[in-house]
């Protein structure tokens, strides 16, 4: 694989997945290079024209739109923007997000219809090989005029201004510039509009969630398949027959998962006594393979705006024109990133009461898994905590994208709130890892209990592998550790 990823053309969410995973340097190709070139030529000499008045370009922002500003302040003009947006609040976005943000931001860039220089997106592809991130913080973008607040956060650190982490540790842009060998750069006329309008806060995190839920959507299916297995649930329900006659790829896709996890199962093959399983075990296919299907809607949805333009106003050289629109606003990123929010918050309900029904009891498994029950708790309080969860992602899953708030005097009137659904669908994404690894810790534990039987030899060198570092629980222990042990390892499982 090469160390280096090209902009120039369509990105994919795989080229993300490996972006993160190899830590790939950004170079822009030859032709990204001239049509920054020749696009900002193209303005400059627009602009020059007596008479001409564009939005963010020569005039105020919002709704100041209408003030037209002197020719030998626009330089100012687009610093004041920068500065005065950098409003945002609450945590700092992870460093992932950051570098996607990064890699999105200079993409946008690089298509050729912002007007930027190409010194301005060089600034930006050197801060990111030079491992200088800007900090951002999660709050204060209402998802339409772009993400102002925090794009505001990325661009300062081009300016020799804000705060940056370089190495894990917080510096001042202006000495990690200095210490890389880099000089701040002054912003010419429409560049600071350039950069801070865009949906790429949106759009790094959705991605992000996305790449998540897509791997967090296999591991639910294979913990599925060791609690059927450990509940001495039946296979009927994920027979190829059921799926066909319904003919859902993703219900295909899970119980073809299940069968192949289950594969060659002891237990498996044992006579049931039991006509039917409850809903969580028997409608896996059914519940899990909506959740892909939902996943891959919104991954269809994201692998377009990434390759788009989503700043404002842009600027058409073929047709002579600068036009001001609003290709800014969340809308199609706000309601696909509820979606996924709200699809993913089902794979940890229907987790947890798998785990709910392992531990009472049933089917010849002892009261919450453990012998000498009532001296022991055993795993009573691990469900309890994957019942908070999963009722904290029902709240988060509540939509942002139907919410609205009228900002700058009226002018922005409409907006989707999509980052505010991309913060949360994340939080929704990443709690499902814990609910799942609770289910896992006690679907692993009613397994001894089936002993001398065996699952699958999938299952069983898993197994081997889990209980060299969590222990079969004979009697009560501290048990958070047990539960992050168990995420960490299954972060790990390769499928």
Not at 268 to 284: G, H, I, L, M
Request: glycine share 8%; with cysteine; charged share 20%.
């Amino acid at each position: 694989m090469s160390s280096k990823l090209t902009i120039a053309n369509n990105i994919t969410l795989d080229d993300l997945r490996s972006f993160l995973k190899a830590n790939l340097q950004i170079e822009l190709s030859p032709s990204a290079k001239q049509k920054i070139k020749s696009n900002r030529k193209f303005l400059e000499k627009k602009i020059a024209e007596p008479g001409t008045r564009y939005y963010g370009i020569n005039t105020g922002f919002g709704a100041l739109c209408d003030v037209e500003i002197p020719a030998d302040q626009l330089e100012q003009l687009q610093e004041n923007l920068v500065m005065s947006h950098a409003c945002g609040m609450g945590d700092e976005v992870k460093e992932e997000v950051v570098k996607l943000m990064m890699l999105l931001k200079i993409k946008g860039l690089s298509l050729g219809y912002s007007g930027v220089s190409l010194e301005t997106v060089q600034q930006l592809v050197a801060l990111y090989n030079k491992g200088i991130y800007p900090i951002v913080w999660e709050v204060g973008s209402l998802g339409a005029s772009g993400d102002l607040a925090p794009l505001a956060h990325l661009t300062l650190p081009l300016i020799g201004m804000g705060s940056v982490r370089v190495n894990g540790k917080k510096k001042k842009a202006a000495a990690a510039l200095k210490d890389a060998g880099l000089i701040p750069i002054k912003l010419k006329a429409k560049e600071g509009l350039a950069l801070l309008n865009g949906t790429q806060f949106m759009s790094a995190w959705g991605c992000y969630s996305i790449i998540e839920a897509e791997r967090v959507a296999k591991l639910a299916d294979l913990t599925a398949a060791i609690s059927v297995d450990a509940f001495y649930g039946e296979l009927a329900p994920f027979h190829p027959a059921i799926q066909k006659v319904r003919n859902h790829t993703g219900q295909i896709e899970s119980a073809a998962n299940v069968l192949q996890f289950l594969k060659g199962s002891q237990i498996a093959k044992e006579p049931k006594n039991n006509v039917q399983d409850p809903y969580s075990f028997r409608c896996v296919p059914q519940v899990h393979g909506a959740v892909k299907f939902a996943i891959s809607q919104v991954h269809e949805v994201f692998e377009k705006e990434i390759n788009a333009v989503t700043d404002n106003p842009l600027i058409f050289e073929k047709e002579n024109l600068i036009l001001s629109g609003g290709n800014f606003h969340g809308e199609p990123l706000a309601i696909g990133l509820d979606y996924l929010g709200i699809a993913m918050s089902e794979l940890a309900s229907i987790s947890e009461r798998r785990t709910f029904q392992l531990i009472s009891g049933k089917r010849g498994l002892p009261k919450f898994l453990v012998e000498d029950s009532g001296l022991n708790s055993g795993l009573m309080i691990p469900q309890y905590t994957a019942a908070a969860i999963v009722s904290m992602n029902k709240q988060l899953a509540t939509p942002a994208s139907v919410d609205t708030i009228t900002s700058s005097d009226g002018q922005e009137d409409h907006v989707s709130m999509g980052a505010n659904a991309a913060v949360k669908t994340y939080k929704i994404v990443y709690n499902i890892e814990k609910v799942l690894a609770i289910e896992f810790m006690t679907a692993m534990q009613a397994l001894d209990f089936r002993k001398p039987l065996k699952s699958s030899p999938l299952i069983e060198k898993i197994k081997v592998a889990y209980r060299k570092i969590v222990p079969f629980y004979s009697k009560d222990r501290i048990l958070y550790d047990d539960i992050q042990v168990t995420v960490d390892f299954m972060r790990d499982i390769k499928l």
